[in-house]
């Protein structure tokens, strides 16, 4: 299971819904990939949904249904999360320049799934964490600029005016007013692409591999959507 920011913990708590909720998509039956990156995703999504089913399967478990009548016995929730997302210490660890630490399990059925898709796991893991962070480690770097500085001093007195109880976090709107008033949110837009720009030159490596597993597996996500409804069809007739 993966331990990272409070981002892909959302996403993490969300996994497994994803997955039965990807059951219910429709991908292409032809054994050919989808040009947009939206059909793209979702043919992963379905690939990596049936993948696990299989494995879970094989071990004479289920995925739950959308609308479960109730929930899960503890024992039998926490078989199924081991199932997922694996046991023990996460043998995959990568720190990213934001200072935040991401690690994951290579055993479970999710691991299983994108081994299968992508070929290496332990590859795929440090291209994905790298480029899914992409955006928050431009966003580190534009804090080091004097004017991103200067106007977040700014926002901050507007947000929280000297003499006041400092709120925890100001309201949207508060925050929203201090951006525009504070130049913050002009400073952002401008820097924000540059540093973005920089970081994607930096981590081009990663962007690489990440591009070349991605295309590996959704030529494979593609054989098995194929495979799949030809395996359908049999049935049928």
Do not use: I
Not at 141 to 156: E, G, I, Q, S, V
Not at 202 to 230: I, M, N, P
Request: charged residues 25%; contains cysteine.
């Amino acid at each position: 299971m993966l331990s990272v920011t409070r981002r892909t913990r959302r996403s993490l708590a969300t996994a497994a819904a994803a997955l039965v909720l990807a059951g219910c998509a429709t991908v292409p039956a032809r054994s050919t990939v989808p040009s947009s990156p939206q059909a793209q995703d979702e043919l992963l999504r379905t690939a990596e949904r049936t993948l696990v089913v299989r494995c879970l399967a094989a071990r004479d478990l289920t995925l739950p249904d959308t609308a479960p009548a109730g929930p899960p016995a503890p024992a039998e929730d926490r078989r199924l999360q081991a199932a997922l997302f694996g046991t023990g210490p996460r043998e995959l660890s990568l720190t990213l320049a934001t200072g935040h630490t991401v690690t994951a399990h290579t055993d479970g059925c999710v691991a299983a799934a994108r081994q299968n898709l992508y070929g290496d796991q332990t590859r795929w893991f440090r291209a994905q964490v790298t480029v899914d962070n992409l955006r928050a480690e431009a966003q580190a770097r534009m804090k080091d600029d004097p004017a991103h500085r200067a106007a977040l001093d700014r926002w901050t007195r507007c947000a929280a005016p000297p003499g006041r109880p400092r709120p925890e976090r100001p309201g949207p709107a508060v925050a929203a007013r201090c951006e525009r008033e504070s130049g913050l949110a002009d400073v952002r837009a401008r820097l924000e692409p540059v540093e973005l720009a920089e970081v994607r030159a930096l981590r081009g490596d990663q962007l690489t591999t990440y591009r070349q597993l991605r295309t590996r597996a959704l030529r494979r996500a593609a054989e098995l959507s194929a495979g799949t409804t030809e395996q359908k069809g049999n049935d049928a007739s």
